[in-house]
């Protein structure tokens, strides 16, 4: 049996159980460097068990739709921002968490400058850019002892366009 699962545009409020958006919505908290700069303060929690706070650069290929989902994963020890250093948009797929496994898998695009933060614990598809160059700032638990688990579905699900 197929699945498919339309695309939803990405907002604070629709991704809230998964994490926090990061874009510069509305004013900036303040405003530095002879108010040449606006601050959006504070736009995600960081939240791990134990180790520190580190930053990675990801470069991923493109994907295209429609997009066969075959796995999600989560990160139980630590949350995962995921920062485009790009202006284009990308996939974000996500999951409920139902007794220790995905539920019904949802699917957002971010608009051009927002990233995400998966809260620790959620599951989520595999970084997927749709565009080049795929190129990402990733703040996440650096730290001792297995941080990943992975869930490979049995069933077809087609990411598909709204």
């Not at 998966?118 to 941080?147: C, E, K, M, Q, T």
Request: glycine letters at 10%.
């Amino acid at each position: 049996m197929s699945q498919s699962i339309r695309i939803q545009t990405l907002t604070a409020e629709a991704f809230a159980d998964f994490g926090d958006v990061l874009e510069t919505a509305g004013q900036p908290d303040r405003l530095l460097n002879d108010g040449m700069c606006g601050r959006y303060h504070d736009r995600a929690s960081l939240d791990f068990t134990e180790g520190r706070a580190g930053i990675s650069l990801f470069k991923a290929k493109p994907r295209a739709l429609p997009l066969k989902l075959e796995m999600v994963e989560r990160h139980p020890h630590g949350s995962q921002a995921f920062v485009p250093m790009s202006e284009a948009g990308f996939l974000v797929v996500v999951a409920p968490d139902e007794d220790g496994r995905p539920g019904q898998p949802q699917a957002f695009l971010t608009q051009p400058g927002q990233g995400v933060n998966y809260h620790r614990g959620v599951w989520h598809g595999a970084l997927a850019p749709l565009s080049d160059p795929g190129l990402f700032a990733v703040v996440d638990r650096i730290g001792a002892g297995a941080n990943l688990e992975e869930h490979w579905f049995d069933r077809e699900i087609l990411i598909v366009e709204a």
